[in-house]
């Protein structure tokens, strides 16, 4: 028998990196990823948000047209249509020209 715990847009992370994540960070999460919501000290807990659309760096040199896959490139900290080895971000909410370093991201959709 299933048991509802939660909605599920929000989940708790413990930070097992050596590094401190401040409030807006990106965090991948498994095969995904999820904005932290609070400051969160290494060994500590906090609160990610799952899902929602989120203006993000984006890599330069790349268009995107609304729907179309994002990835999260943790080395550049920033979106990519680049599949590769980055982690799915989610889809483009908005049209983002090439030149532009911010794109909205609807996060693990």
């Known amino acids: 028998m299933a048991v509802k715990k939660q909605e599920g847009t929000r989940l708790s992370y413990t930070n097992s990196t050596s590094t401190a ?4 960070d990106v965090v ?4 995904r990823i999820g ?3 609070v400051d969160i000290a290494v060994d500590a807990s906090g609160q990610l948000e799952m899902e ?3 203006t ?3 890599t330069t040199g790349q268009a995107w047209v609304v729907g179309m896959q994002l990835y999260w490139n943790a080395t550049t900290a920033k979106v990519t249509s680049t ?3 980055n982690k799915s971000a ?3 909410a908005a049209i983002a020209a090439s030149d532009a ?3 909205d991201v609807k996060i693990n959709a």
């Open 83 to 85: 599949a590769g080895s």
């Open 101 to 103: 370093a911010t794109g």
């Open 35 to 37: 904005i932290a919501l």
């Open 52 to 54: 929602g659309v989120f």
């Open 56 to 58: 993000l760096a984006k």
């Open 21 to 24: 994540i401040s409030a807006g």
């Open 90 to 92: 989610g889809v483009a």
């Open 28 to 31: 991948a999460v498994g095969d």
